[in-house]
């Protein structure tokens, strides 16, 4: 069994604070700007998408392999950006650290659980993120000093952008530490399908008009416009009983 720690950088021009995670990603310019992972105990890597790298074939074959379990800090959403790029993957495979740091007692934010651990200084979170997350991620105001542009690119600011590689190298850094210290206190197993469950379902979304037909739990028989998932028979997340599209 490996483990794989993972950190995305990420551009949409949709405000993720205001519409949340799954509109953010749906945008149609929403892009993968750097991935940074790290296999086992081995060194962080970054791969820049932004500047042309290609992420190799092995580790995108890793996302779809129960014998790699990917970690990241509130992985839902890189579980959720990976398979916009990839295809749906296995949420029992995913570990969530801001989820682990949680249950233990520990504040959600990266930055806030490794200083609360206790973190040396070299697998701190960087300070510069904040800014380089506002100058890289979202668009900018088009001004006249700028040139009009409402996006700012790796080669607008080479500096920035070395620095940010950097920044999404150490978040992958940071998580690992983090995951090392906790593996002491495990999540419950009941806590970890909890977690699943919560994914399955809101990647699955709700259209909104089926019926309740067929399970004593609310087996969902899913309508056409169901996008997401069933398009074939499967079968109740609750209570096992198979359901069909109308």
């Known amino acids: 069994m490996h483990d794989i720690h ?26 993968i700007l750097l991935i940074g992972y790290a296999l086992d105990d081995g060194p962080s890597q970054i791969i820049d998408l932004a500047m042309g790298e290609t992420v190799p074939a092995w580790l995108i074959e890793t996302l779809f392999r129960d014998d790699y379990i990917k970690h990241a800090h509130n992985a839902g959403f890189e579980f959720l950006c990976l398979s ?19 249950y233990c007692g520990y504040p959600a934010s990266l930055e806030m659980a490794g200083s609360a651990l206790g973190l040396p200084a070299d697998k701190q979170k960087l300070s510069i993120g904040r800014a380089l997350i506002r100058y890289f ?33 150490q978040d992958v850094e940071t998580e690992r530490a983090i ?20 994914l399955i379902i809101n990647s699955r979304g709700d259209c909104g008009c089926f019926s309740l037909r067929g399970c004593k739990l609310g087996n969902y028989e899913l309508c056409q416009c ?20 109308k």
């Open 137 to 169: 991620c979202v668009p900018c105001k088009a001004t006249r000093t700028n040139g009009y542009r409402t996006r700012n690119m790796p080669n607008t600011a080479p500096e920035k952008w070395s620095n940010f590689k950097t920044y999404c190298k």
């Open 84 to 102: 916009k790029y990839y295809g749906s993957m296995t949420p029992s495979q995913w570990r969530c650290s801001m989820m682990h740091s949680l």
């Open 6 to 31: 993972i950190d995305l950088e990420t551009y949409s021009s949709v405000p993720i604070a205001k519409a949340g995670m799954y509109k953010y990603v749906s945008s149609d310019d929403f892009e």
């Open 179 to 198: 995951d090392k210290i906790l593996m002491a206190f495990p999540v419950p197993d009941f806590i970890q399908k909890q977690w699943e469950t919560d």
């Open 226 to 245: 169901s996008k997401y998932f069933y398009k074939n028979n499967r079968n109740c997340f609750f209570c096992g009983s198979t359901f069909f599209r």
